[in-house]
């Protein structure tokens, strides 16, 4: 067996690596903590997002965010040299997104700046006065030349040609990579035109017309320019997919809800079936259906992964039926049975069809539930075959404690990347041989060794391995966190603790860096405050994903009873139990969701934790109710309930300190929700500090700006837990 080839893409013509070992910008310096390193030092390594292959041959691309220098970056086959493609050189909190090859892999398409907020703002965190746009780009394969093609966001290109359709104003429009194209809508028709998905011979395009009450399936024919409705109903259809020959299209089709939104908290069976249609005669049939119960409801979590289809005339599609994310398959004719693809207990997370459509190449927490790692099945079913899960060495299979995802298949069938991290090293991209035609040969490489030149940036000799730990809630739930403490920590020691909550809430922190870039932030924040003397406990309260539907989607959650903030309650009880921390310094942090439950536990807990500081978080559901999709119809106390369930509710119990974080263009969660606790607490004389940042959205931007956060954040918990007053043990 191969050996998986891994690429070391730490170190950036801007970087050096310094004495510690890690990855320095020079420019930027902070004081050295006594464990030897800082926080631009452990937040310095870039990281990777969009991995694509081109359609044919050994091409990749992926895009990199090197504190906040957001770059295509590219490698081919054989040997996998990553250079860089563009050169957006400055942290200027433009987001790259989108990314694609074109068919012939010569160009590659993305998308540079976020999108508008209600107002049709684009996201301009430098606050340039010339302001900010967000436009599509083309940069060519060898030299690296950039074209902007037109203003819009999530380009499609064509599997035939240069032809690009995309979005803009919720309608379609298309330019050619060719000098002279000019950018134009494709057609007019009513409503919210979106997800277009070219046909085979690029003849046709299928999409999602929106209509308010209702959604349709259309085909527009280029030859003919005209639009068809594929069996158009009262009903809700979504995610067109096209056949292998291009003859049928699949797609989504959901019950009419009336005059009634979905609810945001309140679980309700949300039924939904498979429908496939003949696009020359527009005759459709149901090939399956769900169940009516919460486990059948619609899987929203899945997103694009909901439905494929793939070889010998299958359909794959996602579903929870059994209380787990998991991927099934049917035949396209409807005359056969479901077959389960992936195992229970356990959620996908990321999927990827091999090139011959053959095979599905998925990430998953199947059998380590803390991690994400690659399997590998037949569209027609069998046993899932381990692509990193367990290692072989001499003295046996040994568990591989990384953590895998955004599996990624060449256009050629013959190499399998992803990137990996685990609880020391960073996100790196790691190449493997990989034979679709038979996957169970020798040839499929599994990781065997990690030796590759610079892995010692973020070298184990500084940072800390987080512990898995177990408590439970009140109500008899188990609950998953995980324990980072110091490295020198000894078992007599009077720890200062800190509890993160993650964001989301549907989210899942890990036992090492994050997939997710915002948590990888975070993932590098808690080791940090790990070095400067702290306990921390990470928790995956319920509501997050990763331990199956009905975690997730909990009842009496958030603006309904707040009933995850019982975990965040065991969670300190957890650490006042253990001797090696101070009960009376126990602090909270987190942002957006995890600012609301810090928000929850200084409002309504001051006894219990000494300070907290909180990014962006929700602090009165009520305000939300306004919007109709947070109504509930059949509960005339929801406003009541809402606000006992927000930090406002409590807010007259409020002693401990707190620290408010906000960008005032935060297109998730309200800057109103921190003006008005903010003037709560002044009213009431509660210690607290207010940072704001002008133009910043949800997701802090610029780079420059989550070291300033994290470094105000460390000084914050130094002057309200570092210098309290240690208590005395507490008496049995």
Known sequence: MKTARLLALFLLASSFVSEAGFAVNPSRSSARQNSGFTLEQVLSSPFPSDLVAAPAGERIAWVFDAQGKRNVWVAEGPDFKARQLTQYNEDTGQELTDLSFTRDGKWLLYVRGGNPNSAGDIPNPTSDPSGAAQAIYAVSWDAGRVIKLADGDSPVVSPTDNRVVFSKENQIHIVEIAEGSEPHQLFAARGSNIAPQWSPDGKKLAFNSSR?????????????????????????????????????????????????????????????AIWVADVATGEAREVWRSGNTLNDSYPRTA??????????????????????????????????????????????????????????????????????????????????????????????????????????ITGDGKNLCYFETDAFIPSRIVFSDFNQVNPESDLVGKVQSMSFTGADIFSAKYLVKPQLVLFKATDGLEIHGQLFLPKDAKPSDKLPAVIFMHGGPSRQMMLGW?????????????????????AVLSVNYRLGIGYGRAFRQAKQGGGRGASEYQDIVAAAHYLRSRGDIDQSRIGLWGGSYGGYLTALGLARNSDLFAAGVDLHGVHDWSLRISNTNWVDYGNRDAVKIAVESSPIGSVEKWRSPVLLIHGDDDRNVAFAQTVDLARRLRELKVSHEV??????????????????????????????LKGAKTAAPAQN
Do not use: C
Request: aromatic share 12%.
């Open 514 to 534: 994050h997939n997710m870039y915002y948590y990888h932030n975070a993932y590098g924040f808690n080791q940090y405050l790990a070095s400067r003397g702290y």
């Open 212 to 272: 308010s009450t209702h959604s349709l399936i259309a085909v527009y024919d280029f030859e003919k320019q005209t639009i068809k409705y594929i069996a158009p109903s009262i009903d809700r259809d979504s995610a067109p997919r096209w056949s292998l020959d291009g003859k049928r299209i699949a797609f989504i089709r959901q019950p009419a809800r009336g005059n009634q939104p979905r609810q945001i908290f309140q679980d309700q069976p949300d039924p939904w």
């Open 691 to 720: 940072i704001v940042y002008p133009d910043e959205v949800h997701d802090f931007l610029l780079h420059r700006h989550w070291l300033e956060i994290y470094d105000a954040t460390a000084k914050f918990l130094d002057k309200h």
């Open 303 to 408: 997103s694009a992964n909901v439905l494929n289809w793939a070889t010998d005339d299958r359909l794959v599609f996602a579903s929870e039926m059994d209380g787990w994310l998991r991927l099934y398959s049917i035949p396209a004719s409807g005359a056969g049975q479901v077959i389960a693809l992936t195992p229970t207990g356990g959620e996908i997370e990321t999927i990827r069809l091999t090139p011959n459509r053959r095979y599905v190449v998925y990430s998953s927490n199947h059998e380590d539930i803390d991690r994400r790692h690659l399997w590998r099945i037949p569209v027609t079913g069998g046993q899932p075959y381990s692509l990193t899960g367990n290692m072989a060495t001499p003295n046996g299979p040994q568990k591989d404690e990384a953590i895998q995802w955004q599996p990624t």
